[in-house]
């Protein structure tokens, strides 16, 4: 420590030296002329140790005041600063100090421990506080990676130094392949645990001078420093790969997953950062198409299908507030009567210059992006209306049913009896008339969690229906304990039922099934006089098919029900 005599109060000294020695504070005395920075190698020792705060004393401020406060930083960047001046400081040299990375500005005339002790609790509480701030704001709460920010500004730094130094680097972008899947089979805290494991296993196959990140969900980032070429960066991603080869065990679930990755070298594309993080994007998501846990290096522009599948994400982003959603209304009857008994309600999407996108083509791109839980709650709340005013202007009785698809992700919300309490609430809707439609899959993941949701649901006062029931997870088994009203035949055993002994032979043993456990059964896809009849015999209840209606706007719905 360099000490030296300071225009102060006589008995300051003592107090900050017993002050320094009880805490083993770190601390610099300057006076006129100011020490250099070349001359603080005494405190050099100090400033590598375990001390959490760091004194400097001085007479004024000055350059090597500043000099020293940046050494601090430099050395001890978790140390609280207190700057202790003998001339009381005005407010502007306050200012600047604290927004140098001073924690606190002090007159060095104070003449008691406890003062001094305030002065630096305070100091620490900043320095904490600031601390945790940053963290915040560079890391990811959950896995403690790097986050977006962070991972951006080390990739421009990391492009600038290797530019300079022709050097290679490059980057590799990773997605935890059908991750939205765990997160709706399990739930989001089971998701959460699987992304923490898989973080631990990524960073055991990358080096200490490679950055990890977080970008956000399922989606990763790893910055290779000092990569020779293709081959050394493919075996990296080759480790990646190999971390997902074991099953992750969280919360007694066995869960199997994989990863997909996509690559780009900076000496490729020039060191452009814009390029460089495209085509790693773009390799990425070649690779998720190419079927998923594969790894692979940008090779060229998108494919057409690419770019078709990239703008058909874009334009279902803006969909919902440009109006281009609308709900049409299949109809269904009953297949001894003909007597009209409710609507399934379908999602649409009329695109301005595509026209009519049918719905398995943009479908499974609601589901890949999580945009079909809001989609799904839409739906919800304008059927619900529609339905409503129909019955509210007496074109439909009470005993008329509204069926409505859940996604999985719907089902898994932890608020989805409130959502669906809301949208009955909002419409005036009773709740008899609402058939909520969930699939096998859905259900026989998690077969405890589903009773209860299905309980709730049904204890609200509306039906639950298996929508394709046979096509799925089928466990015949568990049918028989869950809280159910109607079985729905998917139409791959209804189409054919006249033709094929094999699907007519499924048809009526899930129509059998179905009424001995008290179910109602509904097939779908029926589209043939003859096929309805076949379904007659075998006792089906209800149906639903082109042969009744085809799916309609709502205003030639009720044309069909008024005419009945």
């Not at 360099?2 to 006076?31: F, K, N, R, V």
């Not at 790894?295 to 599948?309: E, F, M, T």
């Not at 992006?369 to 339905?387: A, K, Y």
Request: hydrophobic residues 40%.
């Amino acid at each position: 420590m360099s000490s030296s005599p300071c225009s102060q109060p006589e008995e300051t000294p003592g107090l900050l030296l017993s002050l320094l020695h009880e805490q083993a504070i770190p601390a610099a005395l300057y006076d006129e002329p100011f020490l250099r920075v070349d001359d603080m190698d005494e405190l050099g020792s100090e400033l590598t140790s375990h001390s959490d705060s760091v004194l400097l004393l001085a007479d004024s401020l000055g350059s090597e005041l500043s000099a020293a406060v940046e050494r601090v930083q430099l050395t001890m960047p978790n140390a609280a600063i207190v700057v202790a001046l003998a001339n009381r400081p005005n407010r502007d040299a306050i200012r600047q100090l604290i927004l140098s990375g001073v924690q606190e500005v002090v007159a060095l005339e104070l003449e008691s421990i406890a003062a001094w002790q305030d002065v630096l609790h305070v100091a620490r509480s900043r320095k904490h506080h600031e601390s945790q701030l940053k963290r915040f704001s560079h890391y990811d709460p959950l896995t403690q990676l790097a986050n977006r920010s962070l991972f951006q500004d080390r990739l421009e730094h990391s492009l600038l130094q290797s530019q300079r130094r022709e050097r290679g680097m490059g980057i590799l972008f990773l997605d935890i392949d059908r991750f939205r899947v765990v997160n709706d089979i399990y739930g989001h805290h089971i998701g959460d645990q699987l992304l923490v494991a898989c973080t631990q296993r990524m960073l055991e196959k990358v080096r200490r001078s490679d950055t990890l990140a977080r970008l956000g969900s399922n989606n990763f980032a790893v910055l290779l420093d000092d990569i020779a070429d293709a081959e050394g960066m493919q075996r990296v991603a080759d480790k990646l790969s190999s971390a997902f080869n074991r099953p992750f065990t969280i919360a007694g679930y066995e869960i199997f997953i994989s990863v997909s990755i996509g690559m780009e070298l900076a000496a490729r594309v020039d060191y452009e950062l814009g390029q460089l993080v495209r085509h790693a994007e773009l390799a990425l998501h070649q690779a998720k198409r190419n079927g998923r846990n594969a790894s692979l290096i940008y090779q060229g522009d998108r494919s057409p299908a690419d770019k078709v599948r990239m703008g058909l994400e874009s334009a279902l982003h803006h969909a919902m507030e440009r109006q281009e959603l609308h709900i049409v209304y299949q109809p269904q009857a009953v297949v001894d009567s003909g007597v009209f008994v409710g609507v399934e309600a379908l999602l649409r999407w009329q695109h301005p210059v595509l026209g009519n996108v049918p719905p398995s083509v943009f479908i499974p791109v609601l589901e890949d992006t999580g945009l079909i839980e809001s989609f799904g709650q839409w739906v919800l709340e304008q059927s619900c209306q529609q339905f409503a005013d129909w019955v509210a202007a007496g074109h439909l009785s009470t005993r008329t049913k509204l069926s409505v698809n859940l996604s999985p992700r719907q089902f898994r919300q932890g608020d989805l009896v409130h959502q669906v309490q809301r949208a009955l609430n909002n419409s005036g809707l009773p709740a008899q008339c609402l058939t909520l439609e969930v699939t096998e899959s859905m259900l026989m993941n998690n077969l405890d969690q589903s009773v209860e949701m299905l309980t709730q649901l049904r204890q609200l006062g509306m039906s639950v229906a298996i929508d394709d029931f046979g096509t799925g997870y089928s466990s015949l088994s568990y049918l028989k304990d869950l809280p159910i009203d109607y079985l729905k035949i998917d139409r791959v055993f209804v189409k054919d039922i006249v033709d094929d002994a094999n699907d007519a032979a499924i048809a009526n043993s899930i129509i059998g099934l179905a009424h001995n456990l008290g179910l109602k059964v509904i097939a779908e896809g029926v589209e043939e006089a003859e096929t309805l009849e076949m379904l007659r015999l075998f006792g089906c209840d209800q149906y639903q098919g082109y042969f009744y209606s085809k799916p309609a706007q709502p205003d030639e719905v009720m044309k069909l029900f008024m005419s009945e």
